[in-house]
């Protein structure tokens, strides 16, 4: 069964894709659904099994590279965080693939997309059930390969392209960091299975290596190397351009990627490595710091963006960074527990996003929308509790796992504790929930509540979307609902031993038993502030301000308006200080002074050249004159009778066999 798990998604991107030509659209519908579905229910009895009844399930396959010290076998480990993951990944995906057979029955490419999906979900199933990080490494390169051929879907579109090969290369730079910390992990334990790595950690705590005349503690420098991997993945500030620009695939595309895969890797990663992680102190610290920055980056980004799927990417950009920053003070349950909760809402955003694009002719600006709310009764009902679960409207489910993480920050502050770094993040987290709940209502009132700026001929043809669509809708509302409720005991509640040995948390004096008695005003704190925001975005968008709009002339709030409209300028920072420079030094150097010269002079092309000019010389002196010949007959005797005083000396060094086999070879030739 756990074997099952994995293969299936394998075998149905297989028969989909080379054989989509044979079994056809439904065909590939219904198998390559079908598969994840019955990937998802085994996944279920896995998490019931390891989970529920505290039995981890550890499966070695067979040998796969064995060289010198370093042998590594084909294994799948089964604990409580790989359970947890999978459960997140062939729901989110099942639903998926239920909701692509309706939306993309018009594409003529549907088997090769419904292969690319598939494909996703098994690159992302082997990254969470390897037990080496050689194994892992493979499925994390898998899913950036898979991503690149989703987001390059329709690759006759220019953006398409310039967005996909975007997202592959500003991810080689996170994997380099990966593959660094790799290596400098089989450096140090000789051996890259976890089981081994983790345990043993403890004993290179002061372990030490001195570049340039600094002293390095290594286990920093391979949580650093990790990180590394993690910000690119997970579109932490500094690797975060790719994942706005990751929206010109199709919409079920950005769901698959933003709730279930991909993105939520880089979280996984630096949960898995925890009991690393947790001996330097410094990875902590820039955990904390570049998670709680990302969190308040893009929160306040996303309040002036106009395309609906562009808003929901920067608010997966700002939650993934709590989930970050949240580790970064070791409560790396509670990291888990959001990205659990979040898969379903922020699914549930993108799957309604589709549907209100799908209903306006692919019309994606907030700007060209409004006055939805009859048309798409099913549709605004699913966008508003997503809307609701990621501002952090209680008893919905973000609000169990979202308001927690500001809680903790606030009592790491309050209690002063210097190991967990609470101060900066407190601030920026709570800063952040004020902006989340602001672009979050916008977005609803936009779409929605405000009268329709649209063209007449697609206001006309407004439509609530079919079945297969509504009911992926539907089934992510109610889980968007509840599923925070039920598993909050179960993941962060207090005594709870589910996580046993697959997470390790540090013994820090601020539990999560302090943070049930803080003071009411700091518990009620972020949904004061969700209110504000709401409130903010009622009075601008739609109140009596909509109409007053003398503040939005000003200069300073126009230039500030722009800066963050146009990403703070990140993409073209990174143009003018990297890009354009690598580009210069490509065409200059590596194209036409290696490429096209020294290569292409000793290749093929230059050697031909070189032989068809030598020959047309050698064919001037074939004249057919008996004098010619005589003349090139004793020249060349007198220069060998010249050469005899070298021969003799070549002979003292050289074989004189050998030296003799060359020369008569190169006449010859």
């Known amino acids: 069964m756990y074997l099952l798990i994995v293969a299936l998604p394998l075998v149905g991107t297989l028969v989909t894709g080379l054989g989509g030509r044979w079994i056809g659209r439904q065909g590939a519908n219904i198998f390559s659904t079908a ?22 399930c550890y499966l070695s396959v067979s040998p796969w590279i064995s060289s010198g010290a370093l042998k590594i076998s084909w294994g799948f480990l089964f604990d409580s965080l790989t359970v947890t993951m999978l459960v997140v990944i062939t729901l989110i995906s ?7 057979i309706q939306y993309m029955e018009h594409d003529p490419h549907c088997p090769r997309f419904m292969s690319f999906l598939e494909i996703f979900t098994f690159f992302m199933i082997l990254l969470v059930t390897a037990d080496n990080f050689v194994q892992m490494f493979l499925g994390w390169e898998g899913v950036g390969l898979a991503s690149y051929l989703l987001i390059n879907f329709w690759y006759t579109r220019l953006c398409a392209n310039q967005a996909a090969i975007k997202a592959l290369i500003v991810n080689r730079v996170g994997d380099l960091g990966l593959s660094l910390g790799i290596f400098s992990i089989f450096f140090l334990f000789g051996s890259v299975d976890y089981e081994f790595v983790f345990s043993s950690a403890s004993l290179y705590v002061d372990y030490t290596i001195y570049f340039l005349g600094l002293s390095i503690n290594f286990l920093t420098l391979i949580g650093f190397f990790l990180l590394i991997g993690a910000i690119g993945k997970s579109a932490q500030l500094g690797l975060h351009t790719w994942l706005p620009d990751a929206m010109e695939g199709p919409t079920p595309v950005s ?29 902590l610290f820039l955990i904390t710091i570049v998670g709680s920055s990302t969190a308040f980056f893009a929160s306040i980004v996303g309040v002036f963006q106009n395309d609906i799927k562009r808003v929901i990417a920067y608010s997966t950009c700002s ?29 549930l955003l993108f799957l309604s996003a589709g549907s209100v694009i799908h209903a306006l002719s692919n019309e994606q600006d907030m700007r060209r929308m409004g006055s939805l709310l009859n048309n798409l009764p099913i549709t605004y009902a699913a966008m508003l509790i997503g809307s609701l679960s990621l501002a952090g409207f209680p008893f919905l489910t973000g609000f169990y796992s979202k308001d927690l993480i500001i ?29 989340t709940s602001f672009y979050t209502f916008r977005l609803l009132f936009l779409t929605f509540i405000k009268n329709n700026n649209n063209y007449r001929k697609h206001i006309e043809n407004i439509h609530e979307s079919p079945a297969l669509i ?10 968007s609902i509840f599923i925070g409720y039920l598993t909050k005991d179960l993941f962060v509640g207090i005594g709870t031993n589910f996580w046993s040995n697959a997470i390790s948390i540090l013994p820090t004096s601020c539990s999560l038993l302090e943070v049930e008695f803080m003071s009411y005003f700091l518990k009620w704190l972020p949904f004061i502030l969700s209110i504000l925001g709401g409130f903010s975005a009622y009075v601008i968008n739609i109140g009596w ?41 490509g065409y200059a150097v590596s194209f036409k002074n290696i490429d096209r010269g020294f290569i292409e002079l000793l290749g093929p092309y230059g050697i031909s050249r070189t032989i068809k000019s030598w020959s047309i010389k050698i064919v001037q002196i074939q004249t057919g004159q008996v004098t010619h010949y005589a003349f090139f007959v004793v ?23 050998l030296f003799s086999f060359c020369f008569v070879a190169l006449f010859v030739a």
């Open 35 to 56: 598969c994840v579905i019955i990937s998802c229910l085994f996944s279920l009895i896995a998490f019931f099994e390891v989970g529920f009844c505290g039995v981890p």
């Open 470 to 479: 509504l009911i992926p809708l539907i089934l992510l509302g109610v889980a």
């Open 635 to 657: 020249s060349g005797l007198c220069l060998l009778l010249l050469l005899i005083p070298v021969w003799s000396f070549l002979e003292v060094f050289l074989d004189i066999r």
């Open 407 to 435: 809680e903790i920050t606030q009592i790491s502050y309050y209690s002063n504790l210097q190991i967990n770094f609470g101060i900066f993040s407190c601030w920026l987290a709570n800063i952040s929930v004020f902006f």
């Open 545 to 585: 301000l909509k109409n007053n709009i003398r503040f939005a002339y000003l200069h300073t709030f126009r230039r500030i308006a722009f800066f963050l409209n146009k990403k703070a300028y990140w993409d073209k920072l990174y143009n003018f200080l990297i890009v354009s420079y690598l580009m210069k030094f």
């Open 255 to 283: 769901a698959l990627i933003h709730a279930a895969t991909m993105v939520t890797a880089g979280v996984f990663l630096i949960v898995r490595c925890s009991p690393l992680i947790n001996l330097s102190s410094n990875v």
């Open 94 to 100: 099942s639903l998926v693939h239920l909701y692509s």
């Open 319 to 347: 939650q993934l960074g709590y989930m970050t920053f949240v580790c970064g003070l070791s409560y790396y349950n509670v990291g888990m527990f959001h990205l659990v909760n979040h898969a379903f809402f922020k699914a």
